[in-house]
């Protein structure tokens, strides 16, 4: 889907508060935006053709080998190098993030595709997790994980929102230890910087390796690497979402009158409004206040009635908590 996802507000003017992207908020780049600028030579030559020397540094931060980690071009060429090298038959929990669906319709299933491991017990099938899951912010435990990695042949377990949650998530390491598990990362999120496009892929060797004969050459751009490689270096910028602040959100929008908030482990929560579509909430807020959600009624198993939004900073929160409190009681005069 290349129109449809959150963070449009390129199409409007005026938005002042930004509840439709997940990307943890506020995060201050000047000192990346320093290194990079100081750096600015190296876009004078092509970049690694495979980022192996951020690949290296990624392994080492997991302890893993170099060859079981792949570094992409943002966690969505991830999902379709994982697509387009497998071509299994998929299952994909819904409502979930539209690419996976988009990437296995791309590279459809093979007629000579067959069990990685012909005569086990399991389904042949390819599962999708997205763990935390976008849009409900549900985490699936490992238990649960486990349980999946003996039912299919393939479990993908995209991570993108692995820093944005107090929950439990899969270690790479334990995630490589077996070929019946790929998991997706996103430096893109840790760090807050989705311009960038930085991702990654960390599964067994066995599984990279087929990956990577998939890879296009220079996909990750020479700012990118260079990026991906200080931000390794400074932890301090990692993102981090406050959830006791996304908490004491929903417990205010469900204080709303036609207003239902699904519980959430992350900084984000799936709504839903009653009476009314969230197009028009939608379009209230933007015309009126400046604020932008995220209308989720093209997420797969959802209506038209639902919408997304990420917490902001608190002034931010009670100023939408007050918008919607008005567009609904606007409705009912």
Aim: net charge negative; charged share 20%; proline share 5%.
């Amino acid at each position: 889907m290349i129109d449809g996802h959150g963070d449009d507000a390129y199409k409007y003017e005026g938005i002042k508060s930004d509840f439709s992207s997940n990307i943890c908020p506020h995060v201050s780049h000047q000192e990346l935006m320093d290194f990079l600028a100081s750096s600015s030579d190296i876009i004078d030559h092509y970049p690694e053709p495979e980022p192996s020397s951020l690949e290296k540094m990624i392994a080492e931060r997991h302890d893993l080998k170099p060859n079981q980690v792949i570094v992409t071009s943002g966690a969505t060429e991830a999902i379709y190098l994982i697509a387009q090298t497998f071509r299994q038959k998929v299952v994909i929990p819904q409502p979930t993030f539209s690419e996976y669906g988009d990437a296995c319709q791309l590279f459809p299933r093979r007629a000579d595709v067959v069990s990685i491991e012909s005569g086990n017990n399991k389904s042949g099938e390819m599962l999708w997790l997205c763990n935390p899951n976008n849009p409900t912010g549900e985490v699936y435990d490992q238990l649960y994980i486990d349980r999946m990695m003996a039912e299919y042949e393939m479990v993908v377990i995209d991570q993108s929102y692995e820093n944005y949650t107090h929950a439990h998530v899969m270690n790479p390491r334990w995630g490589a230890r077996t070929p019946y598990s790929i998991q997706i990362h996103s430096m893109t999120k840790n760090y807050g910087v989705p311009g960038l496009r930085l991702g990654y892929i960390t599964a067994h060797e066995s599984l990279t390796n087929k990956i990577r004969k998939c890879i296009r050459p220079w996909s990750v751009s020479s700012l990118a690497i260079e990026a991906g490689k200080y931000l390794l270096q400074h932890d301090e910028l990692l993102c981090k979402p406050d959830l006791v602040e996304a908490q004491r959100l929903a417990n205010m929008l469900r204080d709303i009158w036609g207003i239902f908030v699904k519980p959430s482990q992350t900084n984000f929560m799936l709504c839903q409004i009653v009476n009314h579509s969230a197009a028009e909430l939608k379009d209230y807020l933007i015309t009126e206040h400046g604020m932008l959600i995220r209308d989720a009624s093209n997420f797969e198993g959802l209506t038209p009635h639902h919408f997304r939004i990420a917490a902001q900073l608190p002034a931010e929160n009670d100023a939408l908590v007050e918008a919607i409190k008005t567009f609904m009681k606007k409705q009912h005069e």
